[in-house]
């Protein structure tokens, strides 16, 4: 890992400056991408914006920098995005602090300002060592998510054209399927879901799939196979619950998008079932038991502790398959009934077993 400290004046950031919406923001000549393409909006509020350029006027040290090289005198910007766009914004006119514009300085504390050093690491090696380096980096106070992390480290076409549908408030991912998929698209959160996604379809890490994909020119085969899955999942489950949001919808549809025997209408009756069903408290498990049987996912509601010692003295201390006497801690509460024959939780359903017994019971369900 090479990491270089540079000392970049605040005049050579500012030449070149664009900042567009949709285009990002570069600047440094247009050598350094600010902001690439669809990435992190810029969040600071005003007041902290502010104070980022009372800093600079007074002379005071802003906190240090980090640039990743990304080819032969091209840089993207880690750490600093918001310092940077609030002094470059400043510059260009955009807002006024203390009600002096850039433009309303005398000239020498015009100069002073462009004069002012930034302290800037730019940080050069391999992918791995760059993201071990880069996840101690905070922006604004706030840690990076391993997302922003991969994204600098694979800086490319694929990614910049990969953020262009995952990573904008308002994005196409967001309009498609924002009620399916938890957490920010300009965190990352929904690019990082869509390749974990593809990527455990090939039985891959999210680092490899990036990395076997950074210089493809578009990345339209990560967006058709995000397109299949929430096209898989409203085909089969067409009425949408809040219950739905942020499930691993790619990894059921890589274990199941093909199977020929999902009738919708038959797991829609099931889904009312279950939602209606007082014993099942994980409400959310209930799309991943559909798919798997796995009655686990559904959180059956256990016997209460009173409801279980009740059965416990009632059985004489002993286990009602066995037989053998034991203490009520070494024993567990089970369903007379299993829930998934219709049995339910009320005191009259309850039997006390042994661990052994109660494992034997339900490995033969």
């Known amino acids: 890992m090479n990491i270089e400290q540079r000392k970049v004046t605040i005049g050579e950031v500012v030449e070149g400056y664009f900042n567009d919406a949709e285009e990002g923001v570069v600047g440094y000549d247009e050598r350094l991408d600010i902001r690439p393409k669809y990435q992190r909006e810029f969040v600071y509020k005003d007041a902290q914006r502010d104070e980022v350029i009372r800093t600079i006027a007074k002379g005071l040290p802003l906190n240090v920098m980090y640039w990743v090289k990304t080819g032969e005198g091209s840089y993207e910007l880690m750490d600093g995005q918001q310092r940077t766009i609030s002094f470059c914004e400043y510059v260009d006119g955009s807002f006024s602090v203390d009600d002096k514009y850039f433009y309303n300085l005398p000239s020498d504390q015009k100069k002073a300002i462009l004069d002012y050093e930034l302290f800037v690491y730019v940080c050069d090696g391999t992918d791995s060592e760059k993201l071990d380096w880069f996840r101690i980096i905070n922006i604004a106070g706030e840690k990076l998510t391993d997302q922003e992390l991969r994204n600098a480290v694979y800086a490319g076409s694929w990614t910049s054209d990969a953020k262009r549908y995952f990573s904008k408030t308002g994005c196409a991912a967001n309009t ?3 009620d ?17 996604w593809a990527a455990s379809a090939e039985s891959k890490t999210i680092e490899t799939y990036m990395a076997e994909h950074q210089h493809d020119p578009s990345a339209v085969t990560l967006w058709n196979y995000f397109r299949s899955v929430i096209d898989w999942v409203q085909a089969i489950f067409p009425k949408y619950r809040r219950e739905m949001k942020g499930l691993p919808w790619g990894l059921f549809y890589n274990d199941h998008g093909k199977r020929a025997d999902l009738d919708p209408k038959k797991l829609e009756t099931e889904v009312q079932r279950l939602m209606g069903d007082e014993d099942v408290t994980r409400k959310s498990g209930i799309y991943e038991y559909l798919l798997t049987g796995d009655e686990r996912k559904l959180s059956i509601r256990s016997f209460d502790r009173r409801d279980a010692l009740a059965a ?10 066995c037989g053998e006497s034991f203490e009520f801690d070494r024993m567990q509460a089970d369903h007379i009934k299993p829930w998934s024959k219709g049995g339910h939780t009320p005191p009259d ?3 006390m077993l042994c661990t052994d017994c109660n494992l034997k019971k339900g490995a033969g369900r």
């Open 176 to 178: 498609l399927a924002g």
């Open 312 to 321: 416990y003295e009632q059985q004489g201390h002993k286990c009602a398959i």
């Open 180 to 196: 399916y998929l938890k957490g920010a698209s300009i965190r990352q959160e929904y690019l990082e879901a869509a390749i974990f």
């Open 349 to 351: 359903n309850c039997q």
